[in-house]
């Protein structure tokens, strides 16, 4: 699966690459806000509804970003 | 105080500092944790459901993301076979730069343009409506 995925960004044209690249970089930065801080809220408001698995969004987002990368 | 406004606001101040310095990284993450602690009881939930929905938010478009990648690979395999211009003409009633736009999720004011579920519908439909015909031209051609 990675493999193609290097495939299709390779067809991409540098611009197209890096709009995909910004948007996936801000994505993963908006991602490890709510990471980072969950807990901070977490201590004093646990409803188990408002559990998000942020930590797997971002591991779909870290290999696409790491392809575009290399 | 707007709560959804105020997580926004740090959210994007916070993907600003990706290559700040550690003492930047440092500040930021005082000043968001005073800022939590300063709030009334009720002031402090209000901003843990803005989190909390913003967190879902973008999750969401995590899996957008992914989702086009997705999409992309596999019209990758018979961008080669198809016309866009026919496909997007024909079943869209549009230009093929519009549906160039979705495949490739360009920027269109402002915003990265993809296809709503309505759209990869049609267009699920379109390729089994072109598949049908190939099928019976192939058929009929048969010795």
């Not at chain 1, 540098?14 to 994505?27: P, V, Y």
């Not at chain 2, 879902?56 to 596999?74: G, P, S, T, V």
Request: charged fraction near 35%; proline fraction near 1%; hydrophobic fraction near 40%.
């Amino acid at each position: 699966m990675l493999n193609k995925q290097k495939e299709i960004f390779n067809m991409l044209n540098k611009k197209e690459r890096q709009e995909l690249k910004a948007l996936i970089e801000e994505e993963e930065e908006y991602l490890r806000f709510f990471a980072l801080y969950e807990k901070e809220f977490k201590k004093f408001e646990s409803k188990r509804e408002w559990e998000i698995a942020v930590d797997e969004c971002l591991d779909i987002l870290i290999p696409l970003y790491r392809q575009l990368n290399d | 105080m707007d709560a959804k406004k105020e997580i926004e606001k740090f959210k994007k101040e916070f993907a600003t500092l990706r290559n700040a310095t550690s003492e930047k990284k440092a500040e930021f993450d005082a000043r968001f944790k005073n800022f939590i602690a300063s709030q009334s009881k009720e002031g402090k939930k209000e901003l843990a459901g803005a989190f909390f929905e913003g967190a879902k938010q973008e999750c969401e478009k995590a899996k957008e993301i992914a989702n086009y990648i997705d999409i992309r690979l596999k019209m990758d395999k018979i961008l080669d076979i198809v016309s866009i211009a026919y496909i997007s003409e024909k079943y869209f009633h549009k230009s093929r730069s519009w549906f160039t736009q979705r495949l490739n999720n360009n920027i269109v004011n402002g915003v990265p343009a993809s296809f709503s579920k309505e759209e990869l519908k049609v267009l699920s439909d379109a390729l089994s409506d072109i598949s049908d015909v190939m099928k019976s031209t192939a058929r009929s051609i048969a010795c």
